[in-house]
Nanobody, 121 residues
Framework: QVQLVESGGGLVQAGGSLRLSCAAS????????MGWYRQAPGKQRELVAT???????NYADSVKGRFTISRDNAKNTMYLQMNNLIPKDTAVYYC???????????????WGQGTQVTVSS
């Protein structure tokens, strides 16, 4: 059983910062690409940032220069440092990862349960 658990969300004033974490646990052999997505009320889920196993990152234009994605492969954990937050960043943030299981040939796309980020003006 593989699980992704996010933490670090909360309420912050505009201009503030938050750091999200996503920890993977269970029968993990290896983790491929990971990413953060978000979904605001009444809107579709959208990509925030992705990171490859070797640390190559991509960002949505709306967060470039403010958010930084990183990962610690030894800890099976991914992070999202969010600075200079604005009210439009308010959403439920989800982590995503492609995880290879310990059984040969097993693997799949996994999602966390989400963590709420609210930015007040």
């Amino acid at each position: 059983q593989v699980q992704l658990v996010e933490s670090g969300g909360g309420l912050v004033q505009a201009g503030g910062s938050l750091r999200l974490s996503c920890a993977a646990s269970g029968s993990i052999f290896d983790i491929g690409a990971m990413g953060w997505y978000r979904q605001a009320p009444g809107k579709q889920r959208e990509l925030v940032a992705t990171i490859t196993k070797i640390g190559s990152a991509n960002y949505a234009d709306s967060v470039k220069g403010r958010f930084t994605i990183s990962r610690d492969n030894a800890k099976n954990t991914m992070y999202l440092q969010m600075n200079n937050l604005i009210p439009k960043d308010t959403a439920v943030y989800y982590c995503n990862a492609f995880i290879y299981g310990v059984v040969a040939g097993s693997g799949g796309d996994y999602w966390g349960q989400g963590t709420q980020v609210t930015v007040s003006s």
